[in-house]
T-cell receptor, first 110, second 111 residues
Framework: DTAVSQTPKYLVTQMGNDKSIKCEQNLGHDTMYWYKQDSKKFLKIMFSYNNKELIINETVPNRFSPKSPDKAHLNLHINSLELGDSAVYFC?????????FGPGTRLTVT | GENVEQHPSTLSVQEGDSAVIKCTYSDSASNYFPWYKQELGKRPQLIIDIRSNVGEKKDQRIAVTLNKTAKHFSLHITETQPEDSAVYFCAAANRDDKIIFGKGTRLHILP
């Protein structure tokens, strides 16, 4: 019955690698988001998709590429990982208003 | 674009006392103001929200007030309990559903 799920929960990788994080929601929401929460706990929006269409694209390096195969899924692919990419990445979905967050993916780049 | 300032960054209150967290926003088009609670190692979860056509909203021990003219809103927690210890985020959103979060307030409830 998980509403918003993400995989993997933890991801440890080396600098320069390419990795993906997957997100799925079963709430029937049209809008999905990716957020980055750094070590200081600042929560920043990265991307938003509405019904598979990109609607928000904040100032994020183009090494980050979101992909939405359908409105229930929003994946995040990161190329050429850097130390500064270490953070917790939260996926969220929304019917408009309240954000329903996934459990987060803790990415550690070594 | 929208900018949300949140104060204080850390707040310690005695159990049973009240806690107040304040936020200001810059975009007068913002019309939705949620508050999220994030416990250690967990995801943020909505605790209360208010829309711009309302000045105050209350849910048991939690209340939020909004002053549209001054562009500020506040979270009030009364009769604080140990389980209220967490990081609290305010946020502001406009009709495009772009939500900008404040930097968070770490609330400690002291025994």
């Amino acid at each position: 019955d998980t509403a918003v799920s993400q995989t993997p929960k933890y991801l440890v990788t080396q600098m320069g690698n390419d990795k993906s994080i997957k997100c799925e929601q079963n709430l029937g929401h049209d809008t999905m988001y990716w957020y980055k929460q750094d070590s200081k706990k600042f929560l920043k929006i990265m991307f938003s998709y509405n019904n598979k269409e990109l609607i928000i694209n904040e100032t994020v390096p183009n090494r980050f590429s979101p992909k939405s195969p359908d409105k229930a899924h929003l994946n995040l692919h990161i190329n050429s990982l850097e130390l500064g990419d270490s953070a917790v990445y939260f996926c969220a979905s929304s019917p408009g208003g309240e954000q329903y967050f996934g459990p987060g993916t803790r990415l550690t780049v070594t | 674009g929208e900018n949300v300032e949140q104060h204080p960054s850390t707040l310690s209150v005695q159990e049973g006392d009240s806690a107040v967290i304040k936020c200001t926003y810059s975009d007068s088009a913002s019309n939705y103001f949620p508050w999220y609670k994030q416990e250690l190692g967990k995801r943020p979860q909505l605790i209360i929200d208010i829309r711009s056509n309302v000045g105050e909203k209350k849910d048991q021990r939690i209340a939020v007030t909004l002053n549209k003219t001054a562009k500020h809103f506040s979270l009030h927690i009364t009769e604080t309990q140990p389980e209220d210890s967490a990081v609290y985020f305010c946020a502001a959103a406009n009709r495009d559903d772009k939500i900008i979060f404040g930097k968070g307030t770490r609330l400690h409830i002291l025994p």
